[in-house]
């Protein structure tokens, strides 16, 4: 890692116009300040986590028995498929980046405000319409073609859920793209002076990747989506095999965009874990460039991966063999992120509460779902289960584990820069014990179930599986409990924790130099760095930046 | 806590700008980066444009004869005419900047009034060019590719004429645009380019090719 060294400090720069104080009405605002938006993504998102969960627990309560007695076959796709897209479109992507993203990389990067704040706002309150867009359609019926929406599929069944689905989805993800197009124009125009790339924190780099993600291929699933919207109301054929087109266009089309998604939910993941751990464990991460390069290398290769989700959709022997090898390379990259987290902790001085708790938990169920994933890469094991339970234990080892389990992670260790509160300890170790118990008791057995054979997305099943699929819903009850010693400590916290202070977790990184919550435009005065991010356990480093102009600050090397 | 160099009372709101207000005038807390930012949100629409392009080469790789058995011949000349005058619409508006440059906003307004005139004039001719056409829609898959591509090709031609219709409307007051000063102008003029790129690689799938 490279040194830096304390950039000349400019007088702060005057400032006519009065501004209203931060109220909880700003939050209900078009405010265009990030870290109110920050927040706004955050809260509404878990709002939407909520009601994803509350689907996934209906799902859950229908499999508990293998008939067909909760809800209807066609209430239950409908469940599952609104289940699945909440989680991912309304939840873990405009959390991971929204909320996260607009939160922390102005503090990070020294800067005011996002490059565009404005746009800010307007991809922020694209949220909440097309979220409640997408409930409305129960009314409707739901669409019921899986998150997927494969054609022809998707042409026959509820097409007016399933128009509501495409609506919402483009309008989701031109939201995203407008975020995508702010980050990346933040991250490289906005920088404080003496702050190059190289210096950055980690999140910054896992962002600059997921953002440039989210450009590349979020298009692409839209021209899909407008292409299956002519073949459900004007009647064309594109994806329609009668009609002389073809379904599997939409596939490659979708995953183009849907495996991507993944990396899109679990990057901005991976950069606040690299943020938490040398926070708590006291020592300066291992191999700065390994990880920051290698989101890089994760957003590339993830780009040239997406058919092995089409590995029985006919497609030819040595197509799938590129894409097989392709998809075990990105275990690279991906190891080499664990490999770099597990010796940032190594001989470590850890602090085991609730942010810690939940990094920990978080690098050991990914990994899991990284082992599952690399043998779902190989193509003859992956046509055995494909479609099957271990699909969705390792979807769930990978979304829930991974990306869930992170953004608990800070939301803990962010909490009291956003709210200038701390959250309880003991209530949020209760979250932690709960939520990773619950968690690998509802899906560890599904690994189990695929292998023998069940079949996802479907109501009723063989009596032989169902013993663990009682097992399975038993733990979703667990989870479903888990949630709400969160909710109230939240809450509770916000409202009446004990004060924080600027920078209790005693962290370098420039967010945690400033006041908690920040003044309106962050850093009162230019911040100055003195100090590289990570630089914990030498010479008893104290945080890294003056924010006093006058201030003639030490390097701490 | 320890260690910060904050001092509370400073931390106290003596230091704040509105920024709603602010962003109003452009942005002069920080340099304007906005040019940067239509150039990166027009990758994105570059890969709409890839993915059905993709698409459409896929379909016609997969069937047996494309276009398909029975599709009527297209007509060359006015599909011509208009990609002529598109591909010098883009000159005509590329005049536009060495113009407000000096600062000459009357020849910029004249420069981009003849580019509304073409881009119109293209989109008319598409109109005719689609009601003249021997197959709708849903003749085949050909024809749905082609009315799709062509027709959110229109959109951004649309788009691209609204964009320089507001930057003629606002030019009307002195001073909007200046030299130094003239992001809409720019943006623009780089949408257009963009529109015409994505012309000429449309042109030569589907009427070429």
């Known amino acids: 890692m490279t040194t830096q060294t304390p950039t000349q400090s400019t007088p702060a720069r005057s400032h006519p116009e009065p501004h209203q104080e931060t109220t909880w009405r700003t939050y209900f605002s078009f405010s265009t300040d990030h870290k109110v938006i920050g927040i706004q993504y955050l809260v509404t998102t878990f709002v939407f986590y909520l009601i994803g969960g509350a689907l996934a627990t209906a799902v859950r309560t229908e499999l508990a028995t293998p008939e067909v007695d ?100 483009l309008i989701l993800g031109t939201s995203s793209i407008l975020g995508a197009v702010n980050f990346l124009t933040t991250i490289l125009k906005m920088r404080m002076p003496g702050l190059g790339l190289n210096q950055m924190p980690l999140f910054c780099w896992a962002m600059l990747a997921a953002s440039a993600l989210i450009l590349l291929s979020t298009p692409v699933l839209a021209g899909a989506l407008i292409l299956l919207s002519f073949d459900i109301v004007a009647g064309t054929a594109f994806f329609n095999p009668t009609g002389g087109g073809d379904p599997v266009v939409y596939q490659h089309m979708f995953w183009f965009y849907s495996h991507p998604a993944v990396y899109i939910m679990i990057l901005p993941v991976f950069g606040m874990i690299s943020e938490i751990l040398p926070v708590h464990s006291r020592k300066p991460i291992f191999g700065y460039k390994a990880i920051a390069y290698s989101s890089l290398a994760i957003s590339f290769l993830g780009l040239v991966v997406w058919a092995h989700h089409m590995f029985t959709s006919g497609t030819p022997p040595w197509l799938r063999m590129f894409f097989m090898i392709a998809t075990m390379v990105i275990a690279v990259p991906t190891g080499i992120k664990v490999f770099s987290w597990l010796a940032t902790i190594w001989g470590g001085k850890l602090e085991l509460n609730s942010a810690m708790l939940f990094a920990l938990g978080f690098v050991s169920m990914f990994v899991i779902g990284g082992i599952s994933g690399v043998m779902v890469a190989a193509v003859p094991f992956d046509i055995h289960v494909h479609d099957t339970y271990f699909i969705v234990a ?15 992670a800070g939301i803990y260790h962010w909490f009291p820069k956003m709210t200038g509160r701390m959250m309880n300890e003991f209530w949020g170790r209760v979250h932690f014990v709960l939520t990773f118990i619950g968690f690998n008791i509802t899906f560890m057995p599904m690994h189990k179930l695929g292998l023998e054979g069940m079949n996802r997305r479907i109501a009723e099943y063989d009596p032989k599986y169902a013993a663990l699929n009682l097992v399975c819903t038993v733990g979703t009850y667990i989870l479903a409990v888990s949630t709400f010693p969160f909710i109230f400590n939240a809450i509770w916290s916000w409202w009446k924790g004990p004060k924080a202070g600027d920078n209790p977790w005693r962290a370098l990184t420039l967010e945690w130099q400033t006041s908690s919550p920040p003044p309106v435009e962050n850093f009162v005065g230019e911040p100055v760095l003195v100090t590289e991010p990570y630089a914990y356990g030498l010479n008893g480093s104290t945080p890294g930046i003056s924010l006093e102009p006058e201030a003639t600050p030490s390097p701490a090397t | 806590m320890t260690g910060s160099t904050i001092d509370p009372s400073k931390a106290a709101l003596n230091y704040h700008v509105s920024e709603v207000e602010a962003s109003g005038h452009g942005h002069e807390a920080h340099p304007d980066h906005r040019v940067f930012g239509v150039i990166v949100f027009l990758v994105a629409e570059a890969m709409i444009f890839l993915g059905l392009f993709v698409a459409y080469l896929t379909f016609r790789a997969v069937a047996p004869t494309w276009p398909p058995e029975g599709t009527p011949e297209r007509e060359l000349l006015l599909p011509g005419i208009n990609t002529i005058i598109l591909i010098a619409s883009s000159f005509v508006i590329h005049k536009a900047e060495p113009a407000i440059k000096q600062g000459d906003v009357k020849a910029v307004q004249k420069w981009f009034v003849l580019t509304a005139l073409m881009g119109a004039i293209f989109l008319a001719g598409q109109i005719v060019e689609y009601f003249n056409l021997e197959f709708g829609l849903k003749t085949n898959l050909y024809a749905s590719t082609f009315y799709v591509l062509t027709g959110f090709h229109g959109l951004h031609v649309c788009f691209g004429l609204i964009l320089i219709l507001a930057v003629l409307w606002r030019s009307r007051q002195a001073g909007h645009y200046s030299q130094t000063s003239h992001f809409g102008i720019e943006a623009a003029e780089v949408y257009w380019h963009f529109v015409d790129v994505v012309w000429i690689v449309l042109f030569l799938l589907l009427y070429i090719l």
Do not use: C, Q
């Not at chain 1, 565009?116 to 359609?137: D, E, Q, R, T």
């Not at chain 1, 390792?394 to 608990?408: A, K």
């Open chain 1, 70 to 169: 909760f809800v209807s076959r066609e209430v239950y796709n409908g469940l599952f498929t609104v289940h699945a897209t909440v989680m991912i479109f309304l939840w873990i992507v405009p959390a991971g980046t929204g909320a996260f993203g607009n939160y922390l990389l102005p503090l990070m990067l020294g800067a005011r405000d996002m490059a565009f704040p404005k746009l800010n706002a307007v991809a922020f309150w694209m949220i909440p319409p097309a979220g409640v867009l997408l409930m409305l359609s129960f009314i409707w019926g739901a669409p019921a073609a899986g998150w997927t929406s494969y054609p022809p599929l998707s042409i026959v069944t509820n097409p007016v859920g399933e128009m509501i689905w495409i609506l919402s989805l």
């Open chain 1, 394 to 408: 390792h979807i769930h080892y990978v979304l829930f584990g991974g990306s869930v389990f992170g953004l608990y």
